[in-house]
T-cell receptor, first 112, second 115 residues
């Protein structure tokens, strides 16, 4: 099936640093979603991308929909302690029984 | 507007016991979903519903049943709990199917432990 790959599983950065996360697939996706999950909470949508090549920002977050439609990245600039959490990429699979598939997530830790 | 709410927040069961998790949304969304989240596994779809009175199986439906008697509520049942069902359960809803706006809105989760 169509799977989304995120690695590494964990990232550790210093407060104030920028960080980039990648999400890749061997299949084409027509929409890419980035979610953040705070500790003890449900995932919350950060950014949605609908068009190949699209670059979208939301405050300190920037995400891009890859030209090949097989990848996307999320950048966080000038990290702060509240950026801690799990970042998931997600996208709808194509074909019959389409569903929203999620990557396994990247746990981000920010050292003050 | 509370969004998506889930009850209970925490629950401990013994093997073989049954329970029902309740999800409610006040956004008038047609679609609702139940996921489980396990360490290193991401989110896996258990069952979903495309409208009141309809349900369908997701990736990992075994051991679970669901009902959508009212548009705003989606119930997840465990008839005979097993330790493998220890997990965090999330409910989500969306306005449209994946061909439309695929954005799903999540509840805060229910942490279930089966001893």
């Amino acid at each position: 099936g169509q799977q989304l790959n995120q690695s590494p599983q964990s990232m550790f950065i210093q407060e104030g640093e920028d960080v980039s996360m990648n999400c890749t697939s061997s299949s084409i996706f027509n929409t890419w979603l980035w979610y953040k999950q705070d500790p003890g909470e449900g995932p919350v949508l950060l950014i949605a991308l609908y068009k190949a090549g699209e670059l979208t920002s939301n405050g300190r977050l920037t995400a891009q929909f890859g030209i090949t439609r097989k990848d996307s990245f999320l950048n966080i600039s000038a990290s702060i302690p509240s950026d801690v959490g799990i970042y998931f990429c997600a996208g709808p699979t194509t074909g019959a029984n389409s569903k929203l598939t999620f990557g396994k997530g990247i746990t981000l830790s920010v050292r003050p | 507007n509370a969004g998506v709410t889930q009850t209970p927040k925490f629950r401990v069961l013994k093997t073989g016991q049954s329970m029902t998790l309740l999800c409610a949304q006040d956004m008038n969304h047609e679609y609702m979903y139940w996921y489980r989240q396990d360490p290193g596994m991401g989110l896996r779809l258990i069952h979903y519903s495309v409208g009141e009175g309809t349900t369908a199986k997701g990736e990992v439906p075994d051991g679970y049943n669901v009902s959508r008697l009212k548009k705003q509520n989606f119930l997840l049942g465990l008839e005979s709990a097993a330790p493998s069902q220890t997990s965090v359960y999330f409910c989500a809803s969306s306005t449209a199917g994946l061909a439309g706006n695929p954005t799903q809105y999540f509840g805060p989760g229910t942490r279930l432990t089966v001893l």
